[in-house]
């Protein structure tokens, strides 16, 4: 146990809380002894099968213990955990294979189809279950493992996970976060969040995002805290969570939290033991975390991207209302500034790139060094956010750089439009992408989703956004939509909707 990185952590914490609940998944509560011991011998398992320092072991499916366990084993022998977007295709889950060439692919039943049609196949496969020719069954897998203990010295600078872009432009890049920026982001998530030893955190994000696994599910393991994983988002099943395990935080993207308080439920459900509600990913509406201070629940929000492991700033429990629609200041141990295209830095109120660096932040990406140079200036990481500070040097994100577009020469920032549109109360969810135009050079167009059983027109939404925004900013285009295409981290694809 006298490693320093992850694979450490099983066993470190089985010693001081062996009889503690690590995790609930299902009707499955696994204590932190027994989970040390499973992933011991998981450990054990790749080494048998000749996965060494350095080599990448692969997971693909929902939310599943077997991807926990998968990975602290990974951590454990000095490998590099990946996990992947089960919602991609096969082709594109062949080009992230073919890029990062993992030893070892464990796999859940959702998945079988996409498995059986690739093409770039690891040297092992696992099925969780029903496992086909030439693959094994995890359990057997498992009990097949060796009995020789693993005493591998693991350094925070070496490689711990590649977590591929969302990509939605382009192929998707492998970003590598080090043991230490595991670490490292753990540290500065705990300064700014009250994560206790007998807290509840429910995961439903998906872990092969950054934000489930680095700001839910790491900092609740390293305090002994318990995990409640499910397999994947459900209103109903969310609300049934919260009452029966006693969630005290949790995390999501937007589209959950607006979820949840669009349900029947909202208004009756018990939520006495949610302490803490947490986002990031994207701007969230300021009318939307109103919603949730009116309710009496304390609502944070952070912001940060998979090249960051995530956090970079955060808007700590005290400031969520004097604040509310800030990101907050950036995280204890990490630098942000906001410049301008020249380089210099922004004066208060002004929008410029955001820029992060600290020891959380990406060495780069993998085998990708023209990426890795593009995103880097100076020792600090190129974030293509636009941003801005306040007077008291809180960030205010304003919109990715690229979704910014100019109509009549004046700057329109989609997310500022998206925010006021979601003040309608019609109104569920609001995307805004620049789009041609022959007088204007380009003018808004919004894709709405709305709450069942309301319809306004295109014509209404755009008459209340012009009591709301200058009038170069209302869209000229309204399409109302079912839904609006999202990445597997739950982010508007806008690629797409440009597209339409």
Known sequence: MHDLGLGGWPARRALMTPDRTAFVFGEDAVTYAEFAERTATAAQRLRADGVGRGDRVAYLGPNHLAFVETMFAAHRIGAVFVPLNFRLAAPEIDYVLADSEPEVLVYAPECAGTVGALENRPRRIVALTDPQPGEQEYETWLAAAGPDPIEERVGFDETALI?????????????????GNLVWNTVNLLVGVDVVSDDVALITAPLFHVAALDQTLLPTFIKGACSVIAPGWDVDACYDRIERNGITWMFGVTTMFAELAASPRWAEA?????????????????????????????????????????????????????????????????????????????????????????????????????????????????????ASFDDEGHLHVVDRVKDMFISGGEN??????????????????????????????????????????????????????????????????????????????????????RKR
């Open 412 to 497: 329109v920032y989609p997310a500022e439009v998206e925010n006021a549109l979601f003040e309608h109360p019609a109104v569920a969810e609001a995307a805004v992408v620049g789009v041609p135009d022959e007088r204007w050079g380009e003018v808004g167009r919004a894709f709405v989703v709305c709450h069942p059983g309301s319809a306004p027109t295109g014509d209404e939404l755009r008459e209340f956004l012009r009591t709301r925004l200058a009038r170069y900013k209302v869209p000229v285009h309204v399409d109302l939509v079912d839904s609006l295409p999202r990445t597997g981290s739950g982010k508007i694809q806008k690629s797409e909707l």
């Open 270 to 386: 018990d939520l006495s033991s949610l302490r803490i509600v947490m986002s990031g990913g994207a701007a969230v509406p300021e009318a939307l975390i109103r919603t949730y201070q009116e309710r009496g629940l304390v609502f944070c929000q952070g912001y940060g991207m998979t090249e960051t492991a995530p956090g970079a700033t955060f808007l700590e429990a005290g400031e969520s209302v004097r604040k509310v629609g800030s990101a907050g200041v950036p995280v204890f141990f990490t630098g942000v500034r906001v410049v301008r295209p020249d380089g210099t830095d922004a004066d208060p109120g002004e929008p410029g790139e955001v820029l992060v660096k600290g020891p959380n932040v990406s060495p780069g990406y993998w085998r990708n060094p023209q990426a890795t140079d593009a995103a880097f200036e100076d020792g600090w990481f190129r974030s293509g956010d636009l």
């Open 163 to 179: 977590l591929y872009t969302s990509g939605t432009t382009g192929r998707p890049k492998g970003a590598m976060l080090t043991h």
